[in-house]
C-alpha cells in the first residue's frame, strides 16, 4: 500500500497526487521546500523550518499558501496518516500554475505539495563507521539562502559524489568549502568547531542552528568562519548536517583520511546531544 500524500487541501493515494504541466516549479523552479524530520512521530526543529519558510517566501516575492496553523495540521496529519515513526515530511510551495511566462502571472494560486519518507533517523549505521565526501565546483547561484527547488547543482553534485564511492559532495568557491549538496559543512581542530558563517552563499541549516545552540550551552568552542580544502584534509574531524542525516561523521575527503579515518570524539557528542534533544 502507498502513502497518502497532500495535493492542495487534499489528502491523497500517492499514486492520485498531480499536479499541472503548467506549474511554475515545473516549468522555472519557481518554488521553494523544506524538509523536516520526524522522530517518535514528533517534528524536529519544526519552528525553525516555518521561519525558514517565511523568509524564503519573502525573498521570492510569494505569500503563504495557507495558515501557519493549517500548514502545522497538515504536517501532523501526514505522520498520523503515513504512521510516520521516524522519517521526515518534504513540503514544497511553488507560485501555482499558469501558461508559461516569466513573470508574475496575475490570479494566480499557489501549488501546496507535500509527502512523507521513512528513514531510520536515530540508528543510522552510517553515524558508526562516518561517511565520505568528495569536494566539487559550487556552481550554485548567488542566493543559497533561499531553500529553493532549483536543485541541479546538488542533483549533479550528489551524482558524482555517489559515483566516486562517497556520501556527500562538498561544493567548493574560491578554494574555500561553501557547503555539501544537501547539508552545512563543519571542522574540528584542537576541540574547536568551524563552520562556515551565515550569508547568500549557504543555506542556514535547521540542524545547524540548534547545533549552534547546543554547543554553546555545552561550552563547546565554535568558531564561524570560511575553511579551505587543504585545512579540512588537515583537520582533526569532519562533520555534516542536516535534516535528513542529523550530525554525520566525515572520515575521508577525496579520498583523504581524516581523523585517522574513525569518527571522532566531537562528531559523536554533537551527534549525541541532538539526538537527545530530537528524541525527547
Ligand atoms: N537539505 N545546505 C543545503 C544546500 C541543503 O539543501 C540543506 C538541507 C542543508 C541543511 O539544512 P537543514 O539542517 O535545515 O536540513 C544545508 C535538505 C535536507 C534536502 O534538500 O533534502
Excluded at 547561484?141 to 546538488?154: H, N, T
Aim: hydrophobic content about 40%; charged content about 25%; some cysteine.
Amino acid at each position: 500500500m502507498g502513502r497518502t500524500v497532500y495535493v492542495n487541501g487534499s489528502y491523497v493515494p500517492e499514486k492520485q497526487g498531480q499536479i499541472s504541466i503548467f506549474d511554475r516549479g515545473f516549468l522555472f523552479a519557481d518554488g521553494i521546500y523544506e524538509v523536516t524530520a520526524v522522530v517518535n512521530g514528533r517534528l524536529v526543529d519544526y519552528p525553525s523550518h516555518m521561519e525558514r519558510l517565511e523568509r524564503s517566501l519573502q525573498e521570492i516575492k510569494m505569500e503563504w499558501p495557507c495558515s501557519k496553523e493549517e500548514l502545522r495540521a497538515m504536517h501532523q496529519e501526514l505522520i498520523k496518516l503515513n504512521k510516520v515513526d521516524q522519517g521526515w515530511i518534504y513540503m514544497q510551495i511553488t507560485r501555482g500554475a499558469a501558461d508559461r511566462d516569466f513573470k508574475f502571472p496575475k490570479d494566480i494560486r499557489p501549488t501546496l505539495v507535500a509527502f512523507t519518507q521513512i528513514k531510520n533517523l536515530v540508528d543510522n549505521p552510517d553515524a558508526v563507521r562516518g561517511v565520505k565526501v568528495i569536494t566539487v565546483p559550487d556552481i550554485r547561484w548567488a542566493r543559497r539562502d533561499i531553500k529553493s527547488v532549483m536543485l541541479l547543482a546538488p542533483v549533479l553534485g550528489k551524482q558524482a559524489a555517489h559515483e566516486a564511492g562517497a556520501f556527500e559532495a562538498w561544493m567548493v568557491e574560491d578554494g574555500m568549502v561553501t557547503e555539501g549538496t544537501s547539508s552545512n559543512a563543519y571542522i574540528v581542530k584542537d576541540g574547536k568547531v568551524i563552520t562556515r558563517g551565515l550569508s547568500n552563499s549557504i543555506l542556514a541549516g535547521c540542524t545547524r542552528r540548534a547545533l549552534l545552540r547546543l554547543a554553546n550551552e555545552k561550552g563547546i568552542a565554535i568558531e564561524e568562519r570560511m575553511f579551505s580544502v587543504e585545512e579540512a584534509c588537515e583537520a582533526d574531524e569532519a562533520i555534516l548536517t542536516s535534516a535528513s542525516n542529523f550530525v554525520l561523521p566525515i572520515v575521508e575527503i577525496d579520498g583523504k583520511r581524516i581523523g585517522g579515518g574513525q569518527p571522532g570524539p566531537v562528531a559523536r557528542r554533537l551527534r549525541e546531544l541532538y539526538l537527545e534533544e530530537a528524541m525527547n
